[in-house]
Each structure stands twice: as C-alpha cells, then as structure tokens.
C-alpha cells in the first residue's frame, strides 16, 4: 500500500470525454437523479442494505463533484517536482468545475515480467491493481460491486418505482 499524489484530469482511469466542464455538469445532474432516487427509495422502505449501496454511489460522487468544483480554485498547479500548495480563493490554477480530482491510494499486489517467448506482451512489466483511486472512489466502486452481487433483483424492481406514474397500479 502506498500513498500517492496523482491529479486525475478526467473519469476513472484518467479517461477524458469531451471536456471538464461537460463532465462536472454531467456528475452534479447525476447526483441529482441518484439523490431522487434515494429519496424515493427511503420513503418506499427499501431494505437497509441497498439504501446504503445507493448511499455510498451518492457520497463518492458528491465527494468527487467536492474536488472537480474546488480543487482548481484554491490550489496551485503541481508539476512533477513541486506538489500544489493553497491559494487564496481564484488565485488557483483553473476555474469552478474545471478543477482536477486528487487520486491518493495505490495497492500493487504483486509485479512480475511477462516471459519473453509470449506475442506480443513479452518482455513486458505487469502491476496487478495498478489504478491510483481516492476514497470516493472506492465508495462508489464498493456500493456498485455489492449492489451487482446482492441486490440485483431489488436494483431491478426500484427502476420501476421511479418510473411508475402515481396513477398505474402497482
């Protein structure tokens, strides 16, 4: 386990689509849905275990939405020999919601050199677990993983509950 600094400019994995201010409104209307949705879930008294898978796709989401609006504002620019350092406010490297997401935790298990008689990966070094992720990302990561290996048949029946008109039957 190690503890680094890295700036993630996009989604997982660094993956940039279309741009930063795009992605940032995208995550805050998301939150907004996942927010809706959680609200309709406590009031139909969904079990305690999914509620809290939502909960924690919904904090780590508001956690990074936190750090993409922030970030950028109140921090310098870091560069490979200097780590950013606080500013005043709008002093930072970049404005509201264009601002970077901090990635801190590491966990290499284990690294091996591929054999080089194999095509194509030869020779290669491989990390197994090489992403660098902070805490919500690991919150959104665990509530989707239980969500998928417990509570599917639940995932499925609550879709229609936001989509069923008040008037249908149940």
Same mark, same amino acid.
Do not use: K, N, Q, V
């Given at each position: 386990f190690y503890l680094y600094f890295t700036e993630n400019p996009g989604m997982a994995f660094g993956i940039e689509v279309i741009g930063k201010l795009f992605l940032s409104v995208f995550?805050? #209307?998301a939150v907004g849905f996942i927010g809706y949705y959680l609200y309709k879930l406590v009031k139909q008294n969904y079990t305690f275990g999914f509620i809290a898978c939502i909960s924690l796709i919904f904090a780590g989401a508001i956690g990074n939405i936190i750090d993409s609006i922030f970030y950028g504002v109140i921090f310098s620019k870091s560069t490979p020999t200097e780590i950013s350092t606080f500013v005043p406010i709008g002093e930072g490297y970049t404005g509201w919601l264009h601002g970077k997401v901090v990635d801190m935790f590491y966990f290499p298990l284990f690294e091996f050199n591929w054999p080089g008689w194999m095509p194509f990966i030869g020779g290669d070094n491989f990390v197994f677990f090489s992403p660098v992720f902070n805490? @919500?990302? @690991? @919150? #959104?990561?665990?509530g989707v993983i239980i969500l998928f290996l417990f509570y599917m048949k639940s995932l499925n029946s609550s879709f229609s509950l936001c989509t069923r008109s008040p008037y249908q039957k149940k």
């Open positions: 995550r805050i #209307i805490l @919500a990302d @690991a @919150a #959104i990561s665990c």
